[in-house]
């Protein structure tokens, strides 16, 4: 009696019921890392919208206590433009300039904010590369005790997986020097960048335009949406096809983080728009030197 007992426990596995059960397991993984993928990416473009957030709060903390200017910088990178009213060309200056409309511009979308740039490329009178030497204003205004090299996490965007522009051909020097597939903030010390000239749909908008429509004005993007949109608008640069352009930091194609001048965020599908009309229904991309002084 107690010996048949024994002889079923002693029964081992087969190596095919092995096998069953190994595969089993495999299939549900294979099933399952698509869900936890995409569950982790959507996961830090949370992360990423959360950090455009509290940008735009520490923004306009810093318009509070910089007579209502938005941060541009660093001081010893600006230039300085203004409007002619007749003509509304820009005037630019590399002089110092207050007063008479005068506003700081910076020649770079990611100068705002952030850590110094690991790619240097500044350059001295010589046209030698030179690194960043002062701090970049709302990191000051976040990160009191911050240095140049101190870590900004909340100007690197979780998803930030470096930009598709930098590994093509046309990219130049920068594809020599190895930039391509870094994260952005690891180059330029910034995920997010503002946008600098605006564009055609809103270059006739005024500073009570602004105020009426500030949850519409973008105030910064994904870095990646830069290189995907704006550059192939460049005469010196072949058009990126929208194959590329569809390739961005978040789980879905087409998908880009922005903060709006009224200090929301939220993340837009962009995929369907031409670059040539890129504003859109409910978007305006004003030049920063255009909303520099909204706050004033």
Partial sequence: MFGGVQGRFDRAFTLIELLVVVSVIALLIALLM?????????????????NLRQLGIAMQTYTRDNQGWLPAG??????????????AAPEISREPRTGGGWRPVMETPWQWGGRRASWNYLQDE???????????????QIYRSATLDSPTPLFDCPTDRGVEFWDR??????????????PVHELVGNSYYVHLWGTAESGDANARDFKRRAGQVVLIYDAIFYYN?????????????????????????GAYNFLFLDGHAEQRR???????????????FAGYQRIMDYYR
Avoid at 34 to 50: E, G, I, Q, V
Avoid at 270 to 284: A, F, Q, R
């Fill in 270 to 284: 962009m995929h369907t728009l031409d670059p040539d009309h890129i504003s859109g229904k409910g978007l305006v």
């Fill in 126 to 140: 010589d046209g030698n590369p030179r690194a960043e030497s002062q701090l970049r204003p709302l990191t000051r």
């Fill in 169 to 182: 051909p046309h990219a130049g020097a920068w594809k020599r020097d190895g930039l391509g597939g870094r």
């Fill in 74 to 87: 660093p001081a010893d990178q600006l230039l300085y433009m203004r409007f002619d009213s007749a003509t």
């Fill in 34 to 50: 698509p869900a936890l993928s995409a569950t982790r990416n959507a996961t830090r473009s949370t992360a990423c919208l959360s």
């Fill in 229 to 253: 949109y704006f550059t192939p608008k460049s005469p010196f640069l072949p058009d990126i096809p929208p194959a590329v352009r569809r390739k961005t930091w978040h789980s879905m194609d």
